[in-house]
């Protein structure tokens, strides 16, 4: 199964925008350059964060992007929220054979510890702020 990179990417970006935090808005090329990967997917992300009120865009020749609220009103849960699907466990993409038992039965039997997990992931991810993790970086 594959997993996405994408909440550790946009927690990298924030990052990178929380040390830059009163200094001015940081170019996408910056942050690119600093996660090793193109402009264009940084933009693309930081389209997510600011549909989620998390970062804002500032246009013009020395524009970029800067955290729309204090690094430590940011949770690593509220990054989470705004580039990945709110479900972490998915089901079957094309329903089961409902003849077999395991099949008719897998998913109510697995929904209360499937949303457990989910739970305390994203119990966990509130516990840290953007704050938390650029001023851990030294």
């Known amino acids: 199964m594959l997993s996405s ?3 550790i990417v946009a927690v990298h970006a924030m990052s990178v ?3 830059f935090t ?3 808005p940081v170019c996408s090329a910056m942050v690119a350059e600093s996660v090793h990967t193109n402009p264009v997917v940084i933009r693309r992300l930081m389209t997510e964060l600011e549909k ?3 970062v804002r865009s ?3 020749r020395s524009g970029g992007f800067e955290l729309n609220r204090d690094p430590s009103s940011i949770t690593l ?3 989470y929220f705004a580039v990945e699907d709110e479900n972490v466990f998915r089901m079957h993409k094309v329903d089961p054979n409902s003849a077999c038992p395991v099949a008719a039965q897998l998913g109510k039997i ?3 510890p499937l949303r457990a997990a989910e739970c305390a992931l994203h119990t966990s991810l509130a516990k840290t ?3 938390d993790v650029a001023t851990a970086i030294v």
């Open 110 to 112: 697995l929904s209360t």
């Open 17 to 19: 925008l929380a040390r």
């Open 129 to 131: 702020s953007i704050r």
């Open 77 to 79: 849960a509220d990054v």
């Open 52 to 54: 989620a009120n998390l």
């Open 22 to 24: 009163g200094k001015g």
């Open 58 to 60: 500032v246009a013009g």
């Open 5 to 7: 990179s994408r909440f």
